[in-house]
């Protein structure tokens, strides 16, 4: 099993900037890509970045230069750098683990973007 547990999530307003932390603990030796999916109220959840065992990432187009995901070497931590935030960019952000996709999830993070 692999426990996910988010942090840094919180209000912040228009261009301003966040960290997300994700914390990985189990038993992580088939873990090849974390990332991050963000769900707004209403709409579908989707991805927003993602990154794999040999550093590799990849971003929705809506945060391309604006968000980049990192992970520490020990690969237990990953993290999302938001710069230059939108109010549509306000959802619950969730971070997630897997072989190929997300096979684990974490309880997520409310990022709220507002005056």
């Known amino acids: 099993q692999v426990r996910l547990v988010e942090s840094g999530g919180g209000l912040v307003q228009p261009g301003g900037s966040l960290r997300l932390s994700c914390a990985a603990s189990g038993f992580l030796g088939n873990i090849n890509v974390m990332g991050w999916y963000r769900q707004a109220p209403g709409k579908q959840r989707e991805l927003v970045a993602g990154i794999t065992r040999v550093g590799d990432t990849n971003y929705a187009d809506s945060v391309k230069g604006r968000f980049t995901i990192s992970r520490d070497n020990g690969k237990t931590m990953v993290y999302l750098q938001m710069n230059s935030l939108k109010p549509e960019d306000t959802a619950v952000y969730s971070c997630?683990?897997?072989?190929?996709?997300?096979?684990?999830w974490g309880q997520g993070t409310q990022v709220t973007v507002s005056s």
């Open positions: 997630t683990a897997g072989r190929s996709g997300p096979e684990y």
